[in-house]
């Protein structure tokens, strides 16, 4: 009964250093999405994972952005070389995939500051 | 370049008022529309969804569709201190992608 859970809850890094951000999705929910906001704006798309596979990775903005869902549950976000520009907050959401219904509900979020 | 407008505000009524809330979008294959509430520092909050032509009700909250028009609302009922937030509309991209585009918005104050 659990809702989607993130960690960290908050995350500091240094310019260059590598991060990893941890989403574990409601249970049964088979569809994962990463996101992320910007103070200001709503969020934005990255990528969305349907079970194991990513099935649509458009929204990464480079190849310093992957992310993985090796079990088709928890997924993990990993940005590599972070730049001042990646400081945002990062969002999971997760849907059961119910027809066209497409109803995501989100973490709390990882606040990535990079100095 | 898909987009999804809303305007920005600040919005203000005063308690007990009904506060409307708008959004429109640009992709008119989209098929599913949805809306969340936003507090200060916290994530979205799913409050309605609506995939079709009309009006949806769940308590104080009306969302309403018009795809002709390519325009969402969100009525809110009888506006409470605590409906204080900034809201989010989101219009799900058609066919088989899932993604979600955001609006960036409609910050809304209720007036005790």
């Known amino acids: 009964g659990a809702g989607v859970s993130q960690t960290p809850s908050n995350k500091v890094t240094e310019k260059g250093k590598y991060v990893e951000l941890r989403c574990d999705p409601i249970?049964?929910?088979?569809?994962l999405y990463w996101y992320r906001q910007s103070l200001g704006q709503g969020p934005e798309f990255l990528i969305y994972f349907q079970g194991t596979g990513a099935a649509d990775d458009s929204g990464l903005p480079n190849d310093r952005f992957f992310a993985v869902r090796p079990e088709g549950s928890v997924s993990t976000l990993k940005i590599q070389r972070t730049e001042r520009g990646d400081s945002a907050v990062y969002l999971c959401?997760?849907?059961?995939?119910?027809?066209?219904?497409?109803?995501?509900?989100f973490g709390p979020g990882t606040r990535l500051t990079v100095l | 370049q898909k987009e999804v407008e809303q305007n920005s505000g600040p919005l203000s009524v005063p308690e007990g008022a009904i506060a409307s809330l708008n959004c429109t979008y640009s992709d008119r294959g989209s098929q599913s529309f949805f809306w969340y509430r936003q507090y200060s520092g916290k994530s979205p909050e799913l409050i309605m969804s609506?995939?079709?032509?009309g009006d949806k009700e769940d308590g104080r909250f009306t969302a309403q569709l018009n795809k002709a028009s390519q325009y969402v609302s969100l009525l809110i009922r009888d506006s409470q201190p605590s409906d204080s937030a900034t809201y989010l509309c989101a219009v799900g991209a058609p066919g088989s992608a899932r993604q979600l585009t955001f609006g960036s918005g409609t910050q809304l104050t209720v007036l005790p």
């Open positions: 959401a997760s849907s059961s995939l119910a027809g066209e219904r497409n109803e995501q509900f």
């Open positions: 249970s049964g929910h088979t569809a």
């Open positions: 609506i995939y079709s032509n």
